[in-house]
């Protein structure tokens, strides 16, 4: 290990005692929001203190230890993309000889905007709160620590902050010259705090109390810590005393800059200046977004879940100054921007009143795409927060993103938005199938969701998000006035579907194919697949897959034909999109339901075992290394769940839905993790797809035409759902709000709308209308107008 730099300062602390109405504005602010505390358990377990220049990421417990696969042992502390600022701190306090270190909190409590860690060092009566948050559109972080002396006589300390600088670019900052170096630190006099540089880039941190006088130079480490990279260490020294039963706070202020000092310094400042307000601002922006898209049920683990997932959302949003602002994909390893990831997320976003975030991360990834791609619309799959692409594009991201943008156009009305992204979606489409459709049957070949390894055949999942594109782009076409390419794109649609629900279905499985390929190509994956159930003892799946081995090695080597290896998730896709007959979708998904346990959908149904119903321990203690394999994921329980509304089994999908809530707040209060319960990415993009699509527009069965100045409504409430309601749902220049009632043999819906107002379409039959301005009524279709609707049906009508 490379002999790490460090510089110490002491500095002499001189404080009043705080008294109730003193309370520091952190902790005054916390005291009145919704706070969800973790499980002891899981104190050794990362959380995220979110922002969108700047996120910071530590264990629950206080500590900062190395984590993260992506750059190994890097992924955590603070980061204000395209660079890392620090790899965390260290904060200790000493009373005489004995030292009393912060990094074994006895309670994490996490806030949508903040966080608490609690610790107790019982022996001497001190107690320590440690609150931090990160302002929006700022490259800062703000923590402070309260120390309350609950003692009946005054103590003395001495409370000493080490800073862990580590200056280095993001995943991939080679490929844009972003080289790291050693990194050095100095004290800055006027602000009696830290300063720390890469020796050969402009890339700045600074670290300072709000409350520091003098200082002096000490020669001596706090800690031990060893840094993986090119970083140092500095600390700052504060001498303390506290009267009896009394509390004092000590705030600081991380500020960090890749482009100078002094923008550093500035944030700094400003930062310090503006504390207090910046809180009141984002605590407001919170309350927005727990108030936008609001639902309300009798299952209250579900409406929270529900509300934190929007909170989960914005945690995620990057604005990365010279790139762009958008959507990430997960914290702590997938922090950048994903093609596919979006495609499923934004759906949601929209959903739930995102449009802002939507357009420019639609914005960030065209763009981008039409750069590295050549302007022929393949979608970027994997993109770097320093604008380094790592992966062109998996054949299902092209077609996803024609879909994705029909959805944000519907939910908008946005026809320059249409106007802007429609030739993108459209060449894409091109591309797709002249570049990769050799056999010119629609569906190209080449990888899709599935990252397995020589899976690159006709995918299902391609297949299916393909006859999406073209459906959704014949819709696009027709409200730009391309009438001809309308016709084209229909015809397509109409062909592939032919193709999906004859080619790929096995009826041997019940079953949508993984894919479509030579017997060759499938000996091959078999011989994967049996390794793999093989090596996580799955006797069934390697029986299985050893008698489709048998059978399929009489048919000829070259005749391409579907096959059911892997049982993927993937395989629920053509419901998800809503291709499947009636009949075949009932069947399929009823074979989807063997492939889940408590928790969920297994990516991989070999995977699963006779005892996967009833494993609802967590996934990450089994996990040796860092690997997908046996995972259950949100996502494809998500799909599973809007796949069952499509075929009205709303129960179906409400079970779904409640197995994902079972890993709400497992390992993080207040957050899912991509693998449930435990393990992956501890805030996930997607799981607001997962959400948002079953509840808004299929529970609730909102089908925006925002360009029409239209809102369908088709609910499918779950039979459990006697009364839901949500609030505040925008659609194009508007906003309405929702309450359904199930009583006796009637169903009621009443419907209340703001600002421009749209007609609202019933289809179902036997619709009354109790309030409302009927526009136009005959059997299956009802459209009314009105400031407030109200109007019931029969049960099941």
């Known amino acids: 290990m490379k002999k790490q730099a460090w510089i110490g300062w002491s500095v002499l602390l001189i404080m009043g005692c705080q008294t109730p109405k003193d309370q520091h504005f952190l902790t005054e602010t916390l005291g009145q929001a919704e706070g969800l505390e973790g499980k002891t358990e899981y104190l050794n377990s990362p959380y995220v203190t979110a922002g969108d220049r700047l996120y910071m990421v530590g264990h629950q417990s206080g500590a900062f230890p190395d984590l993260g696969w992506h750059v190994p042992g890097e992924m955590g502390g603070i980061w204000a993309h395209p660079i890392k600022l620090m790899d965390g701190f260290a904060a200790l306090v000493e009373v005489g000889k004995e030292v009393f270190m912060l990094d074994s909190a006895t309670q994490f409590v996490n806030y949508p905007f903040a966080n608490a860690h609690y610790f107790e060092w019982k022996e001497k009566g001190l107690k320590i709160k440690r609150q931090q948050f ?22 003395k300390l001495n409370f000493s902050l080490e800073a862990w600088v580590d200056l280095r670019p993001v995943w991939l900052g080679e490929r844009t010259a972003m080289n790291d170096n050693k990194d050095s630190v100095a004290f800055h006099a006027e602000l009696q705090g830290i300063v720390g540089k890469d020796l050969s880039n402009e890339w700045h941190v600074v670290i300072a109390s709000q409350d520091a006088p003098k200082a002096h130079q000490l020669n001596s480490s706090l800690t031990d810590r060893k840094l993986l990279g090119k970083g140092a260490k500095a600390a700052l020294n504060y001498k303390v005393s506290l009267d009896a039963n009394s509390t004092k706070s000590l705030s600081f202020i991380v500020a960090g800059s890749s482009v100078s000092q002094l923008e550093a310094l500035n944030t700094w400042q400003r930062v310090n200046e503006q504390a207090e307000d910046l809180l009141a601002d984002k605590v407001l922006r919170y309350e927005g977004i727990a108030n936008q898209t609001k639902l309300t049920v009798s299952d209250k683990e579900l409406t929270t879940a529900f509300r934190w997932t929007k909170y989960n959302t914005d945690w995620l949003v990057r604005d990365v100054k010279s790139l762009g602002r958008g959507l990430s994909a997960g914290i702590p390893d997938y922090p950048w921007f994903f093609g596919a990831d979006n495609a499923y997320a934004l759906k949601g976003a929209i959903a739930v009143g995102l449009k802002d975030l939507t357009f420019r991360t639609i914005q960030l990834l065209d763009s981008v795409s039409n750069v590295v791609n050549g302007g022929n619309g393949r979608m970027i799959h994997e993109m770097s927060t320093n604008g380094a692409v790592f992966n062109l594009g998996n054949l299902n991201e092209t077609p996803q993103y024609a879909t994705l943008l029909w959805e944000a156009f519907k939910w908008t009305g946005d026809t320059l938005f249409l106007q802007t992204y429609y030739p993108t979606a459209a060449a894409g489409m091109e591309w797709l199938l002249k570049e990769h459709d050799a056999d010119a049957n629609l569906i190209a070949d080449g990888y899709g969701m599935m990252e397995i390894h020589g899976l690159a055949s006709e995918m299902i999942d391609v297949a299916a998000y393909t006859h999406a594109a073209f459906k959704d782009l014949a819709q696009m076409a027709e409200v730009l006035g391309l009438p001809a ?183 993080l209060p207040g957050s899912m993790y991509e693998v449930s319960p435990d393990f992956g990415m501890m805030s996930q993009a997607w799981n607001i797809y997962a959400f948002a699509v079953p509840v808004v527009t299929q529970f609730f069965g909102l089908e925006p035409m925002a360009h029409l ?36 043999d009637f169903e009621h819906m009443r419907i209340s709308q703001n600002g421009k107002q749209s007609q609202i379409i019933f289809r179902q039959s036997g619709v009354e209308v109790l309030q409302g301005k009927i526009i136009e009524q005959s059997p299956g279709n009802l459209v009314l107008t009105g400031a407030s609707i109200n109007v019931k049906w029969p049960k099941g009508g």
């Open 485 to 667: 390419d309308a016709k084209g794109y229909e015809m397509k649609a109409t062909e592939l579907a032919q193709v999906i629900n004859t080619d790929f279905w096995s009826e041997e499985f019940g079953s949508y194919a993984d894919f479509i390929g030579t017997t060759t190509e499938a000996l091959e994956l078999i011989d994967g697949a049996l390794i793999r159930a093989d090596t996580l003892d799955k006797p069934w799946a390697v029986e299985e897959l050893q008698a489709t081995r048998q059978r399929i090695a009489q048919y000829p080597l070259h005749e391409k034909r579907p096959f059911v290896l892997y049982h993927n998730w993937v395989v629920n896709t053509p419901m998800e999109m809503g291709i499947a007959p009636q009949d075949k979708a009932i069947i399929a998904l009823n074979t989807g339901n063997k492939y889940v346990n408590p928790f969920g959908v297994f990516v991989t149904g070999i995977d699963r075992d006779e005892a996967s119903e009833t494993d609802d321990g967590g996934f990450a203690q089994k996990m040796k290394v860092f690997s997908y394999t046996g995972a259950v994921m949100t996502l494809p329980t998500g799909v599973q769940a809007i796949a069952e509304n499509n075929y009205g089994r709303p129960d179906k999908a409400l079970d779904y839905l409640k197995r994902m809530t079972r890993s709400f707040g497992f390992a």
């Open 134 to 155: 990160v302002p929006d559109q700022e490259e800062a972080l703000f923590f402070t620590f309260e120390l309350t002396n609950d003692n009946e006589a005054p103590l």
């Open 709 to 744: 100045g239209q809102i369908e409504i088709n609910p499918l409430m779950p039979s459990d759902w006697d009364e839901a309601q949500l609030e505040n749902v925008t659609v194009g220049n508007g906003q309405l709000s929702l309450f359904f009632h199930r009583k006796e």
